[in-house]
């Protein structure tokens, strides 16, 4: 008991009293107290040996809360030869860990006389200043005794020449032992015959040289260690961790980590080992370290060591903090610990002590060995996508997991990059989301030239895909993957309408059209007058004429051929600005191609064949050498094709020179010098007489 920084301590005076018995007592013992303290506090053998006629003698209470440390002196007062007086220090195995120096203790110990046996009544009190600091380093002779003691599970016997020889020693390694171990002890410096608690020798024993003989049978001498100091038999690597011991950091170090250690006597050279490596890295490797770990894990102990001992490795063993995490997780020595693992695994990787390899090798033992998703989590948010989105077996199973932690990696053209596989699984739990941002999606996927998934994205959102898309293309300038191309040529009318919705059209937008779609496509036929009328409205903008004139030819091709609702009107729109560029030279080959392509064929079948042949000797020569002039044929083949009304021309054609090369050369065609009677007819009948148009029709017809 610690009361006011004083040790309280309990005492007995065993001595003759009509035989050997309990005189004196400070505390109630039990029956089995008074007969353990009866046999022990009685003289250690038969017959006088005179250098050993006192001694110490220190053992635990068998089920008991005291610790006994008694002093032994021979009685020769007496008048019945072999009495002995004993008195007994009763330490309290809780508070035995503040007891640092034995040796003040030992100073305790009064020899009685037969008048003053009342002062051993009361406990006696120690201060704790007294025997808080260790009395002395170990010399070599302890070093050695404390080698051979450690070394072995069996009891050890010193022979000595007399009892004060050893009594230094002994003392001196009960201090440096830690709580578990010192609590259960036993040591006598005078056996004159072996002791035993119940069936067990004692842990150390100094025996008389003249006793030597006697004091263990034949027999029985392999069930103990024995020592004699100038045989030097003791393990060099002890003798050389013992030497370089800070003492009351040796002491500090088994106090705390000895804690959840048994107290065998086997593992002072575990903890022994444990300090030096803890305390003196540099000098150790990272195999020491795993070999004290796995003699911990046999004994399924020491959790605060082992936490010690991998905090002091990742410390200094920055090279094999690889091995040392897997020994965490393979090891039985980390069983039932607690770790950190993403401090551990992240630190290690970002200081560069781990390899990419190394690091999802760890990562693959963490997943076997059933650790928490959400550590795993931790570890993968904290390393960039890149590294680890290749490794699709070690995540896949938290991907939800990772996309409600971090929905931004979703949105990362990493993982838009990679294998199918994996691509796969990041989508299909990416649609189970119930916030999806459609435009940075797409935008990455775009980034990436990715178009695996361009139908599903369409199905959940629609027409949105293509305003997304128009504004990806012009965000970057770029071209579109080949499946996005596709899904415009599948629906080009929705592409076209969102086309329009945007109020500044750049360049890369607008081309999408000539360059993906088709101008015969039947779809065309869906799209409003008022819708052309907006888009062409923008495209007459452009910047680049080379542009609008294949925009212009495009639609013109559409409407030629009866691809939209109200030809004519989208006609209005497009054929005088085509004209007007054309005369500038401004000209697109790939869509005037695709146009003389087809009106081409449409002149042979709608004009006079006579005509023809009298302006080309072959039959597939088409009037090309001179666009304007192809073009404003085709117009006037193209009214009487469809039969369109004569008077729409006045609002195609807006030019006075471009309505005189039509009739110019319509005159000499008798399909199209009749169409052009009609309307000069109704500009008559309508007063527009004093138009151009009516006065060139009057000349010319």
């Known amino acids: ?305 082992r936490i010690n001992l991998v905090e002091s490795a990742f410390k200094y063993f920055a090279k094999s903090r690889f091995d040392l995490i897997k020994t965490i997780l393979e090891s039985d020595a980390m069983v039932g610990l607690s770790w950190d693992f993403p401090k551990l695994i992240l630190s290690s990787w970002e200081s560069k002590s781990l390899t990419n390899q190394q690091l999802f090798i760890l990562l693959n033992l963490f997943i076997e060995n059933q650790k928490d998703n959400g550590e795993l989590l931790g570890i993968l948010t904290e390393i960039p996508v890149k590294e680890w989105i290749s490794k699709i077996e070690l995540y896949k199973s938290i991907v939800p997991q990772l996309l409600t932690h971090n929905i931004n990696l979703i949105y990362s053209s990493i993982i838009w990059k990679a294998e199918d596989d994996v691509q796969e699984i990041w989508f299909n739990s990416l649609i189970k989301l119930k916030k999806i941002y459609w435009k940075d999606l797409v935008n990455q996927m775009l980034s990436a030239n990715n178009d695996r998934f361009v139908v599903d994205i369409y199905n959940a959102i629609g027409a949105q895909t293509f305003s997304i898309l128009f504004e990806w293309l012009n965000k970057t300038n770029a071209k579109a993957p080949i499946s996005w191309q596709y899904l415009i040529k599948q629906r080009p009318v929705d592409a076209f309408r969102e086309l329009c919705k945007i109020k500044l059209l750049s360049e890369n937008q607008i081309a999408v059209i000539p360059n993906i779609l088709s101008p015969t496509d039947a779809a065309w036929f869906e799209v409003a007058e008022d819708e052309f009328e907006v888009f062409f409205d923008k495209v007459s903008g452009l910047k680049d004429q080379h542009l609008q004139t294949s925009i212009y030819t495009f639609f013109l091709t559409t409407t030629f051929n009866g691809g939209a609702q109200h030809p004519e009107i989208v006609t209005s729109y497009i054929f005088q600005p085509l004209h007007d560029n054309l005369k500038n030279s401004i000209f697109d080959f790939h869509s005037w191609n695709r146009f003389k392509m087809l009106m081409g064929r449409d002149l042979y079948d709608l004009v006079d064949m006579d005509f023809f042949s009298k302006l080309f000797n072959e039959r597939n020569e088409v009037p090309d050498w001179d666009h304007c002039e192809f073009l404003r044929r085709s117009l006037i083949s193209c009214f009487a094709k469809n039969k369109w009304d004569p008077f729409n021309l006045i609002s195609i054609v807006r030019d006075e020179y471009t309505f005189n090369k039509i009739v110019e050369f319509g005159c000499d065609v008798k399909p199209i010098k009749k169409m052009l009677k009609h309307l000069r007819n109704t500009l008559q009948e309508n007063r527009a007489t004093r138009s151009f148009y009516y006065k060139i029709l009057e000349k010319n017809l």
């Not at 107290?263 to 903890?271: A, S």
Request: charged share 25%.
């Open 1 to 305: 008991m610690v009361e006011d920084n004083k040790l309280k301590i309990h005492q007995t005076l065993h001595g003759y009293r009509d035989g050997h018995s309990l005189l004196s007592t400070s505390t109630e013992l039990t029956n089995a107290e008074r007969k353990e303290l009866q046999i022990l506090s009685d003289y250690s053998g038969t017959g006088i040996e005179t250098k050993f006629s006192d001694y110490l003698t220190g053992y635990p209470l068998t089920n008991s809360k005291f610790y006994a440390l008694a002093k032994t002196w021979y009685a020769d007062e007496m008048p019945r030869p072999g009495c002995v007086w004993t008195h007994t220090l009763l330490i309290d195995i809780s508070v035995i860990w503040a007891i640092r120096d034995f040796n003040i203790l030992e100073k305790k110990f009064v020899r009685p006389n037969r008048e003053e046996l009342r002062k051993y009544n009361e406990p006696i009190s120690v201060s704790l200043n007294e025997i808080n600091k260790l009395p002395r380093k170990l010399t070599n002779v302890d070093i050695e005794i404390s080698c051979c003691l450690y070394s072995s599970q069996k009891p050890l016997i010193l022979y000595a020449d007399t009892e004060a020889e050893f009594r230094p020693s002994v003392l001196t390694i009960w201090n440096y032992q830690w709580p578990r171990l010192k609590r259960g002890f036993s040591f006598c410096t005078g056996a004159i015959s072996l002791r035993t608690i119940g069936k067990a020798y004692f842990d150390l024993q100094v025996v008389p040289y003249s006793r030597s003989r006697n004091a263990v049978n034949r027999n029985d001498e392999n069930r103990f260690e024995f020592f004699e100091s100038n045989l030097h038999n003791c393990d060099p690597k002890f003798i050389e961790v013992y030497r370089k011991i800070n003492p009351d950091e040796l002491l500090d170090f088994m106090t705390k980590f000895g804690s959840d250690i048994s107290g065998k006597k086997e593992n002072f050279r575990l903890l022994l080992d444990a300090y030096s490596v803890c305390t003196n890295s540099e000098e150790h490797t990272f195999n020491q370290v795993k070999l004290i770990l796995d003699n911990v894990a046999k004994t399924n102990e020491g959790r605060l060591l």
